[in-house]
């Protein structure tokens, strides 16, 4: 089944909704449609619309950017498999996970105090601040974005439509 990207008033990425969701927001004219898929339709009792591949919402609303529950898969997600203080691409084996501020120093579990780090790296800061090992992180770790949070398929997939490359990299 076709899904349709759904976009705040400002373009920002959503959610992903099914046909029976995308159906009620334009009947109630919440939305508007951006982009359709090509010779796509969705049709019920009483008519048929074109099926809509993005759709933005026509009022704006505060997004609540932290939502995401942190957890060990969502930051190899967001990290991509790096170590984030030398770069080496790891295998699921290889990686560990460091707390930029130390659990010892009252660092805790979040997507902003944690990053992935290869076995060298993590002991060699072992219990350490930054500043006191002189390492330097590659970036500055993030909450992740929307696509990490809902991939759905990639741009070689046969439900993938190119109009969400707009919006989403992958």
């Not at 899904?3 to 959610?15: D, I, N, R």
């Not at 942190?70 to 997600?77: C, E, N, P, V």
Request: glycine content about 6%; hydrophobic content about 35%; aromatic content about 12%.
């Amino acid at each position: 089944m076709k899904k349709t990207l759904l976009l705040s008033a400002s373009f920002e990425v959503l959610s992903f909704v099914d046909e029976k969701k995308a159906i009620k927001l334009l009947i109630k004219d919440k939305v508007e449609a951006i982009y359709h898929w090509e010779d796509e339709y969705i049709t019920w009792g009483s008519g048929s619309i074109k099926h809509p591949s993005v759709l933005r919402l026509k009022t704006l609303f505060k997004r609540n950017f932290f939502n995401a529950a942190f957890s060990r898969k969502a930051l190899i997600k967001r990290d991509d498999s790096k170590c984030q203080y030398c770069g080496t691409k790891l295998s699921a084996s290889q990686i560990t996970i460091d707390h930029i501020k130390p659990r010892v120093l009252g660092g805790g579990n979040s997507f902003t105090n944690c990053v992935v780090s290869c076995h060298y790296c993590n002991s060699k800061k072992g219990d350490k601040s930054l500043e006191q090992t002189g390492m330097r992180l590659l970036k500055k770790p993030t909450h992740p974005s929307f696509a990490d949070r809902h991939y759905v398929a990639g741009p070689d997939e046969q439900y993938w439509n190119g109009d969400w490359d707009i919006f989403l990299s992958y």
